[in-house]
């Protein structure tokens, strides 16, 4: 069964700072996505990772997937406290119903 | 954009009401989704629906839960009898074939079972 872990679970930084989330997951997947959530608020998609070395970035996050290592990291370059939000990986299942797994979030709050 | 349409935003229920939770998927989208997320937890999986089955479920979604697409347009989360730990953020996601397979989500439905 398909089980995805992130760490931290929470981060304190101050701006300027540069960190990196690591979501870790159990099973040959090779799709990842990265979402940002909002108190209160949906999931907002953030990055689609789909295939092993597979690097995007936006603005101050970049993400990327090693699928032989079944590792995808978030980095965040020079925080800011616009980027204080709960971030999700999640991993789909790659046959039939194409299940979709998401990682227990890290909490980021980005100290001014 | 197109987006994924949930009703209502919020419902407060008495404990052992039924409640019935309301997507209007994306027109193209194929495959559909209910989450669930208790407060500050992490998001887990309900069911998948497509081709007007469900193809998987979780050991979440027992008898008390069923989802159906009655119209071809909206689709449906019912909870038969509500428990106070059905409290919690559902959230809809669809789901293009074929695409990147990115999930859009829904703005949620808050569900307080008193």
């Known amino acids: 069964e398909l089980k995805v872990e992130q760490n931290p679970l929470f981060l304190s930084m101050q701006e300027g700072k540069n960190y990196t989330i690591y979501c870790n997951y159990s099973?040959?997947?090779?799709?990842l996505y990265w979402y940002r959530q909002d108190p209160g608020k949906s999931l907002e998609s953030l990055f689609v990772?789909?295939?092993?070395?597979a690097v995007k970035q936006e603005g101050r996050l970049m993400a990327s997937l090693d699928t032989k290592a079944r590792l995808s990291t978030l980095h965040i370059t020079a925080a800011v406290h616009d980027l204080s939000a709960t971030y999700f990986c999640a991993a789909s299942t790659t046959s039939g119903t194409y299940k979709y797994i998401f990682g227990t979030g890290t909490r980021l709050k980005v100290l001014a | 954009e197109p987006e994924v349409t949930q009703t209502p935003s919020h419902q407060v229920t008495q404990m052992g009401q039924e409640v019935i939770l309301r997507c209007v998927p994306i027109?193209?989208?194929?495959?559909f989704y209910w989450y669930r997320q208790i407060l500050g937890q992490k998001v887990e999986f309900l069911v998948s629906?497509?081709?007007?089955?469900?193809?998987?479920k979780s050991e979440i979604f027992d008898d008390q839960f069923s989802v159906e697409r009655p119209d071809g347009s909206n689709f449906t989360l019912k909870i038969r009898s509500t428990k106070l730990e059905d409290s919690a953020m559902y959230f809809c996601?669809?789901?293009?074939?074929?695409?990147?397979?990115?999930?859009?989500f829904g703005e949620g439905s808050r569900l307080t079972v008193l």
């Open positions: 996601a669809t789901l293009v074939q074929g695409h990147t397979g990115e999930l859009f």
């Open positions: 990772l789909l295939s092993n070395g």
């Open positions: 629906f497509y081709n007007n089955e469900i193809s998987e």
């Open positions: 027109s193209n989208h194929l495959y």
């Open positions: 099973t040959t997947s090779d799709r």
